[in-house]
């Protein structure tokens, strides 16, 4: 059972910055797509960032600019780096792993960013 666990979540003033890690347990980086996801309060679940498996990254039009997703294939490990926080951003955040053909899909176990002066 591969497991992706994440760190580095916290409270941060707005205009401040927190980079988010998500470690997985076994070499699953090959040929699977990688993104970061989170829901605030009374909202759906969005996708916030994401690398296909391909190399091609997306972002949601409310944090283009402002956040980065990389990942290292060699460490198991997907980054969020986010700057300029907003209290918009104040949400739990999800990492997720999964491949298309839909045979792998795993999620982290989520981690609380809250944006607040």
């Known amino acids: 059972q591969v497991h992706l666990v994440q760190s580095g979540g916290g409270l941060v003033q707005p205009g401040g910055s927190l980079r988010l890690s998500c470690v997985a347990s076994?070499?699953?980086?090959?040929?699977?797509?990688t993104g970061w996801y989170r829901q605030a309060p009374g909202k759906e679940r969005e996708l916030v960032a994401a690398?296909?498996?391909?190399?091609?990254?997306s972002y949601a039009d409310s944090v283009r600019g402002r956040f980065t997703i990389s990942r290292d294939n060699a460490k198991n490990t997907v980054y969020l780096q986010m700057n300029s926080l907003t209290p918009e951003d104040t949400a739990l955040y999800y990492c997720?792993?999964?491949?298309?053909?839909?045979?792998?899909?795993?999620w982290g176990q989520g981690t609380q960013v809250t944006v607040s002066s």
């Open positions: 997720r792993v999964w491949r298309a053909n839909g045979m792998m899909d795993y």
């Open positions: 076994g070499s699953i980086f090959s040929n699977s797509a």
């Open positions: 690398i296909s498996s391909g190399g091609v990254i």
